[in-house]
């Protein structure tokens, strides 16, 4: 079956994977299965790595322990982890003497038969994902991975023509991607990785590396300067672009450059429906008043999700999933209520952008806010921009390795300490401290505007600590 198409694409070259991790297990199992030599490079040996590890090294595939310039690579062809820099160098030693290097998300690309969509940006890539998931499936069997749920390469042999892809891509996944999807979407970019970024530009280029000569479908935000112009950039024969924007209304406030080539569509709000045009005849789509999840900002990832989509559907199938769809784990996750006070999980929120969309969608409400984490190396004046315009957040409890670059911007605007806001380094007890200022009628956010990578393995693992936390009071 499809499989056999690996040993094609490897052509007899010795391969190195470097990282163990969950998208590179399937893909060093199937190597294995057809026979290629395969050299797992990770930091930690097969015994603490554990059982698959152990069961791949029974099999046949040689194991290297080495740091993190991945020195000695004498493989042809190299599978990078998302995480792994593509310019350490023992990779570019390899490169230097004839090596490839390519990635587990490539080769699925290569591989799949089914139709691909691909969503990336800063903010709503899990959501908007989620529900292009959903409306998709209503038509065909749906696949749905990349940086969301579980890796989609192993599915490529039960997959066909007529299925659908639907993936979800990072920017390190994005950085040497070559194989591009069909149809995509880059729902805004925002100061964000720049711990692993060189700079903005990077971080720029490897969004719009989700482009390429296969795409026929672009989705974007015309609220964004960088994407707008992304989109004018992609002006080109057989493209068709979609620009959304949740604050314009017509047509020619969204597409207000003609594009040259491409068909241009916008996707805007009108007499409370999201609505579609391509400058001529605008389609009602959508009845925001049934969307289930709140804030504009996920009136925007209904917005991406339907351009990826559009013309696939009957509008029917969108109202349904609005009416029903709650919202992804991690994101605006209503716990529980305790003593009048409701407790949101949204660990999910790993940057400002991210935590001020959050308090958009409690606008209405009193808030004690937890927030911090790993530092990315962002710029955290425009939370505590967001914080202080709020008028409902009474109380923020700082944790974590940004904790206190959080308070001084909070303190360069909130002068008069209108704000309580006290540094609490243990996650645990930054949790009961929250509990402790909330009064009935409060809500409890947890949105850390951080990575988790300071104290948790990840975002997940840190929203499943605050939801037990939360249970066990």
């Given at each position: ?13 010795s391969c ?17 299965h ?5 050299t797992v490079?990770?930091?930690c040996?097969?015994e603490?790595?554990g059982?698959d590890?152990l069961?791949l ?6 194991f290297?322990v080495?740091d993190?310039?991945f020195?000695?690579?004498?493989e042809?062809l190299?599978?990078?982890s998302?995480g792994?820099r593509?310019?350490?160098r023992?990779i570019?030693?390899a490169?230097s003497?004839?090596a490839e290097?390519t990635?587990e998300?490539e080769l699925f ?10 969503i990336?940006?800063s903010?709503g890539k899990?959501?908007s994902t989620?529900l ?5 499936e209503r038509?065909a ?7 969301i ?11 066909t023509?007529?299925?659908n ?5 990072s920017?390190f996944?994005?950085?040497t991607?070559?194989?591009?999807p069909?149809r ?5 970019v925002?100061?964000?990785h720049?711990d692993?970024h060189t ?8 969004k ?13 935000n ?7 112009n992304i989109a004018y950039?992609y002006?080109?024969d057989?493209m068709?672009i ?14 207000s ?8 569509f916008?996707?805007?709000p009108l007499?409370?429906?999201?609505c579609?045009s391509?400058g001529q005849?605008?389609k009602?789509v959508l009845?925001i008043?049934?969307?289930k999840?709140p804030?504009?900002h996920?009136v ?7 351009g990826?989509?559009f013309?696939?559907?009957t509008f029917?199938?969108?109202l349904?999933i609005?009416e029903?769809f709650?919202?992804?784990?991690h994101?605006l996750?209503?716990v529980?209520?305790l003593d009048?006070v ?11 952008t991210?935590?001020s969309?959050?308090?958009s969608a409690?606008?209405?409400?009193r808030?004690?806010?937890i927030?911090g984490?790993y530092d990315?190396?962002i710029?955290?004046a425009?939370l505590?921009e967001?914080?202080?315009?709020h008028?409902g957040?009474h ?12 308070g001084?911007?909070i303190d360069?605007l909130?002068?008069s300490r209108?704000?309580?806001?006290e540094?609490?380094?243990d996650?645990?007890?930054?949790v009961?401290y ?6 009935a009628?409060?809500?409890?956010l947890?949105?850390?505007?951080s990575?988790s990578?300071?104290?948790f393995?990840?975002?997940a693992?840190r929203g ?10």
């Amino acid at each position: 079956m499809k499989f056999c198409k690996i040993k094609e694409y490897v052509n007899g070259r010795s391969c190195a994977v470097l990282g163990l991790g969950v998208s590179n297990l399937p893909l060093v199992r199937m190597l294995a299965h057809e026979g290629v030599s395969v050299t797992v490079y990770d930091k930690c040996s097969p015994e603490e790595l554990g059982k698959d590890a152990l069961e791949l090294l029974q099999g046949g595939v040689r194991f290297v322990v080495c740091d993190k310039n991945f020195d000695g690579i004498t493989e042809q062809l190299i599978f990078r982890s998302p995480g792994i820099r593509p310019d350490i160098r023992g990779i570019k030693n390899a490169l230097s003497s004839g090596a490839e290097l390519t990635s587990e998300m490539e080769l699925f690309l290569k591989l799949t038969p089914a139709r691909t969509f691909a969503i990336t940006g800063s903010d709503g890539k899990t959501t908007s994902t989620t529900l292009t998931g959903l409306f998709e499936e209503r038509i065909a069997k749906t696949y749905v991975g990349g940086n969301i749920g579980t890796p989609l390469l192993d599915k490529c042999e039960q997959m066909t023509a007529t299925q659908n892809a639907v993936l979800e891509l990072s920017s390190f996944q994005l950085m040497t991607l070559s194989a591009a999807p069909e149809r995509v979407a880059i729902t805004n970019v925002s100061p964000n990785h720049l711990d692993w970024h060189t700079g903005m530009d990077e971080y720029i280029t490897a969004k719009k590396n989700i482009i390429g000569s296969r795409t026929r479908r672009l989705v974007t935000n015309a609220e964004c300067d960088t994407t707008r112009n992304i989109a004018y950039e992609y002006d080109r024969d057989g493209m068709e672009i979609f620009l959304f924007s949740s604050s314009k209304v017509s047509y020619d406030q969204v597409v207000s450059v003609p594009f040259s080539h491409a068909k241009a569509f916008a996707i805007f709000p009108l007499d409370g429906y999201v609505c579609v045009s391509d400058g001529q005849i605008t389609k009602k789509v959508l009845d925001i008043s049934r969307i289930k999840l709140p804030g504009k900002h996920n009136v925007e990832n209904y917005m991406t999700a339907i351009g990826l989509t559009f013309g696939d559907l009957t509008f029917d199938v969108y109202l349904d999933i609005a009416e029903s769809f709650g919202g992804v784990e991690h994101r605006l996750e209503w716990v529980r209520q305790l003593d009048g006070v409701d407790y949101y999980n949204s660990s999910i929120d790993s940057s400002p952008t991210r935590t001020s969309a959050a308090l958009s969608a409690l606008a209405s409400r009193r808030i004690v806010l937890i927030c911090g984490g790993y530092d990315k190396k962002i710029p955290y004046a425009p939370l505590a921009e967001a914080i202080c315009a709020h008028g409902g957040i009474h109380t923020v409890v700082l944790t974590g390795a940004t904790g206190e670059k959080i308070g001084a911007e909070i303190d360069k605007l909130d002068t008069s300490r209108s704000i309580n806001r006290e540094y609490v380094g243990d996650f645990a007890d930054a949790v009961a401290y929250a509990r402790s200022q909330a009064k009935a009628g409060d809500c409890v956010l947890l949105s850390p505007a951080s990575a988790s990578f300071d104290a948790f393995k990840n975002f997940a693992e840190r929203g499943n600590t605050f939801k037990r936390i939360v249970n066990e009071f």
